[in-house]
């Protein structure tokens, strides 16, 4: 069994991306600037907006944090979006989800200006991205292909399972690896909480990606020998062993599944820094544009 190490990988993007920023400094060019709207204080978005912060900081990008009340309206979020699509010194700018319940989040993502949604939610670019056309491919899909092609792990031909059909990971993940692409040409089916015989169909899969949110959801008996394992899942469990109260729990068995695999991603350490790695490689590629 390969442990697919997504910190490790993330860590050499970061250090080519640094090079780059070095580079566009040299030049007497402008630095990437990305900006995060935060809404609220969920601990785990805040934990993950910090650290999308302290990796722009890494890697020499300059960054702002928008904190807003979880009070606000939707209508002064709208307002909060278009100051950044006018602001000519932002490069790219993401906003945290999950939103408050009152505020709608696909209003939310569409005001966002396409060439500096470096999440790559917004129609026009989710519509690209399904074209097969360059845009900004949304984090978590292009941190996996980006892991599973510095590994050398063999897509084309093979069959993907992928559990989950969120916006964010399940659904691109599903149209990006059937995509002609170098990490790619794969037999891709896309399952979900409605789907009948999902252990039939799991145990025929070459490669899973496991993102449907469900702490050690994919068990041994669902997965056949050397098969690949992507696990997106993140949940905060609770561990009164830890100090902080909680451990991080992916959606697959890792004790029992590693056993049987080719490759696997841990958790943490597998999909998370990867999923960092590229929304800077996006901003990056906002400033790029621009140029
Ligand atoms: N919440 C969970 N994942 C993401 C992500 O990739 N981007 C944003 N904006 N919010 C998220």
Redesign the pocket.
Known sequence: MILLDGKKTASNIKDEIALKVKSLKNKGKKVPHLA?IIVGNDGA?LT?VNAKVKDCKQVGFDSTLIKLSKEITEQELLSEIDKLNKNNDIDGF?????LPKHINEQNVIMAIHPDKDV?G?HPTNVGKMALNLPTFI???PFGILELLGRYKVKTEGKHVVVIGRSH??GSPMSILLSQKRTVGNSTVTLTHSRTKNLKEITLQADIIVAALGIPEFLTADMVKDNVTVIDVGITRVDDTTKKNGYRLAGDVKFDEVSKKCAFITPVPGGVGPM?RAM?LKNTLLARINKE
């Open positions: 995060a978005s993950y993401i906003v945290q989800l999950p999440d939610f949304s984090a978590t964010i990971v999923t929304l």
